[in-house]
């Protein structure tokens, strides 16, 4: 019985670790060995979907991760991330430091808009007209 409630935890945590993977764009995989003499066997690595490239877990061969090091690996991207995120955030220039703060904040330059300055309206949007 103990050994059943061990594998429903470890299938718990793997869906977890998918779960916080997917919302940033990344995938877990799992070795598809089924030979446990392999070194890859039982073994994981991140991946990003978008690129199709492989994140962490690669070296010396394709599978190396435990569960244990994928739960590192996802926690070391989500902190890199929202400090990145962070550091955006607070570029100089930007929100209340008294930079731009809208896009319509140089309308009443003398530049002309539209066809006039030479550019084509994007899509469906019609010109604008001389006031």
Not at 48 to 60: I, L, Q, T, Y
Not at 83 to 94: S, T, V
Not at 103 to 126: E, I, L, V, W
Request: charged residues 35%; aromatic residues 6%.
């Amino acid at each position: 019985m103990d050994n059943d409630t061990d594998a429903a935890a470890v299938k718990r945590r793997e869906a977890r670790l998918r779960r916080v993977a997917a919302g940033i764009g990344l995938a877990v995989r799992k070795s598809h060995t089924r030979d446990p003499e392999r070194m890859d066997y039982g073994r994981y690595r991140v991946e990003d979907v978008k690129n199709d490239c492989v994140v962490a877990g690669r070296f010396p061969y394709g599978y190396t991760l435990s569960l244990d090091d994928v739960d590192e690996v996802l926690e070391e991207l989500l902190i890199s991330r929202e400090e990145k995120a962070w550091e955006n955030a607070n570029l100089p220039g930007h929100g209340c430091s008294g930079g731009i703060t809208s896009k319509n904040s140089f309308q009443n330059d003398a530049a002309p808009s539209g066809h006039a300055a030479g550019r084509r309206p994007r899509g469906n949007q019609q010109p604008e007209r001389a006031r």
